[in-house]
């Protein structure tokens, strides 16, 4: 799958996981996961889109260990504290 047939969600996912990717080496994942280097590297180069776009598939997302989500009520309750806040400050 090419990364232009990916939906935002998807590529959204694949940035992320590239991004902390960045930050480490192949060498340290694989150790991890319990595999040789060459598989996380390749794939990386050849399966990630696909993966991320499996995930988009099942409605999952992909977040940082420890980041604290949001209900979609909590969210909204959010937005509507600031858009409050805006208005005062506004007048």
């Known amino acids: 799958?090419?990364?232009?047939?990916?939906?935002?969600?998807?590529?959204?996912?694949?940035?992320?996981?590239?991004?902390r990717a960045?930050?480490?080496?192949?060498?340290?994942?694989?150790?991890?996961v319990g595999v040789d280097a060459s598989t996380i590297c390749r794939f990386k180069a050849e399966h990630l889109d696909k993966f991320c776009a499996y995930?988009?598939?099942l409605g999952l997302e992909v977040s940082e260990k420890g980041l604290n989500r949001l209900t979609d009520s909590e969210l909204d309750a959010l937005k509507l504290l600031a858009e409050k806040g805006v208005q005062v400050i506004g007048k």
Do not use: G, P, V, W
């Open 1 to 19: 799958m090419a990364r232009n047939e990916l939906s935002k969600a998807a590529m959204k996912i694949a940035d992320l996981i590239r991004q």
């Open 22 to 32: 960045s930050e480490t080496k192949d060498s340290q994942a694989a150790e991890y």
């Open 55 to 57: 995930l988009d598939f």
